[in-house]
């Protein structure tokens, strides 16, 4: 029956089951609708500050090493990764305006390829993607906060056990996991503080940098003509077994991989889905605002890199393990502790916004019964959702010991920009599918095509030039997650039952389901 002042609208596919309704226009003529109240600017600092975050502090080296030392190509790398991510958040942006759903991706993949890819992108974003981010970004801050111990304690660069960091890593995890559970006001005013660390960190690295660079540019001069040749000349040889390694890789190859790398620094830009409905005109303000935000965050990477080179020589850049630290100590001691704790706060502002945001996602998936009901459960006393935080805490730390930085690295970006390519193509699915629904923007189809392509092809060219363990587990999950969700739409499996198992565990965490009418 519909719903009292409202119309039911034609289901946009045949297997469609949910209602969609439409509020009838009011008496004077306005649509009933948010109101449009974020224009270009507040557009490009809410997507812009989305976007920056711990890739400048981690991946400079990486980048550096697949480029065998050459400068002028790693800025390209840093450019040509920010254009990929463009062309990828343009997609994102038709998607959210003609689906504005809460759900993101999952919404897009279940109204272009149906409930079964909806189903597994959920399962691998708890079980492997946000796991694998917090355990890979973890380590980083316990690389950090070991290196500047070493620093502080002994004035010199003394290396500590790689377990180390991981120990220091797995205390901030847990540190992490308890506030958001807990405390949620504390964890939300913690974030402003940490998004006020990133964007000190960045500017007094930038700043500092251009001093040195003004005040002497022998050494950025030398870092930029740094090995310009490697990839011509064929009989080089290089000191260690990794960098043979890298050296071996043809140039197209050293790119695409480097590229693929980048890809990280920009991760955050489908921000730009939250705020479709309320963009002042959004046909020329959403290209805007990714294009500003994209640019913005090119420019303002590229100004650090070059800061790091102006302080430290390639050779130190590519065998760090910490850059802002050995940065920062070039300059002064005392400039040491203030960037470190500024780069830590940043990297655990990005832990802290995982669980604020993915904590929550398997609350929704079990809502939607594509999880045990378990997750939809929130405490009884601090309301929030424990049971998946609780998965995905203990899923970080399974895969943080017997893995490294670099590993966690590449296996996010494979199973996360596979479901961010699929949306691409999603998109010209659903042109097709709901050729007449009304979009707010649209993009050219040659964008849609070209982004697919891009990403597809630096996935699988990475899958295949270097596979990684971690990459056949994420495929053996997904093909898990297949038959997972074949047997319950066959009714072996009913997720939506409370057995005893999943009153056992209710009692065990103090969780209670909540109050929840669909609209």
Known sequence: MPIKGYKKLKASSEDEDESVYERFPSENGKKFQMARTINTFTGVSLV???????????????????????????????????????????????????????????????????????????????MTIHAEALALTSIAFGDYVSKSLSQMLFSCNIDFPPSLSKYIGVSLLLLMVYINMCHLKLALKFQVFCTFGKVLALLLVAFFGFMQLFKDS??????????????????????????????????????????????????????????????????????????????????????????????????????????????????????????????????????????????????????????????????????????????????????????????????????AWIFKGLCCLGLLVLRRKMPHARRAYKVYTLTAVLAFLSVMYLVCFSLFAEPQFLYFITIVFSFAFYVLYVLMRKGHIDFTNTGPKVIFLQKLMCCAATDYHEM
């Open 48 to 126: 812009a500050g989305s976007i920056i975050g711990s890739g400048i502090f981690i991946i400079p080296s990486n980048i550096l090493n697949y480029c065998n030392g050459n400068v002028i190509l790693s800025l390209c790398i840093w450019v040509l990764s920010g254009i990929v991510a463009m062309l990828v958040a343009f997609c994102h942006c038709e998607l959210a305006t003609l689906i504005p759903e809460s759900g993101g991706a999952s919404m897009y993949l279940r109204k272009a390829f149906g409930d079964c890819i909806s189903f597994i992108y959920l399962w691998l974003v708890m």
């Open 218 to 415: 022998t050494l950025f001069m030398q870092n930029l003509h740094h090995n310009n040749s490697a990839y011509s000349t064929a009989d080089e040889h290089t000191s260690t077994e990794q960098e043979s390694n890298v050296h071996s890789l043809s140039l197209v190859s050293a790119v695409s991989l480097a590229v693929f790398e980048g890809l990280w620094a920009y991760d955050g830009f489908d921000t730009i889905t939250l705020i479709t409905e309320e963009v002042k005109n959004p046909q020329k303000a959403l290209p805007r605002i990714i294009i500003y935000s994209v640019v913005f965050v090119m420019c303002l990477y590229m100004f650090v890199f070059i800061s790091y080179l102006s302080v430290l020589s390639v050779d130190e850049i590519r065998t760090t393990t910490a850059i802002a630290v050995d940065y920062s100590m070039k300059i002064n001691p005392w400039l040491s502790h203030i960037i470190t704790a500024s780069v830590c706060l940043s990297l655990m502002g990005s832990i802290n916004n995982t669980y604020l945001s993915a904590g929550r996602l398997p609350f929704v998936a079990a809502r939607a019964g594509f999880m045990p009901k378990i997750f939809s459960m929130v405490h009884i006393h601090y309301l929030t959702p424990v049971p998946g935080m609780l998965m995905m805490v203990t899923t970080s730390l399974l895969l943080m010991f017997p893995s490294d930085l670099n590993s966690l690295l590449d296996a996010v970006l494979f199973c």
